[in-house]
């Protein structure tokens, strides 16, 4: 009954070790490499799909003052700022 007892503890003694030891391996997990900044998000005012703000291309009035809009390429800023 004793060998039971010791073999449960040996193999619990194992899993604690083996899941602490693996832990800082996660992609996830706090050690490694701090997280990247995420980057601000925009969507396109033409057709929805969300992307960068730093690769968005801003969207201009008449007067060439930014509108506030962003679009995802040239073609829909063209079909966009009509």
């Known amino acids: 009954m004793s060998r039971i007892l010791l073999l449960v503890i040996a193999v619990l003694v ?38 960068p703000k730093n690769e968005a291309l801003a969207g201009r009035d008449a007067h060439g003052v930014a509108s506030g809009r962003y679009f995802c390429g040239e073609e829909h800023l063209k079909l966009g700022s009509d």
């Not at 194992?14 to 900044?37: E, F």
């Not at 980057?39 to 969300?50: F, K, M, R, S, T």
């Open 14 to 51: 194992l899993v604690w070790l083996l899941r602490r030891a693996l832990s800082g391996r996660k992609p996830g997990g706090k050690a490694g490499r701090p997280a990247s900044p995420v980057p601000e998000l925009v969507a396109c005012a033409y057709c929805g799909v969300h992307l």
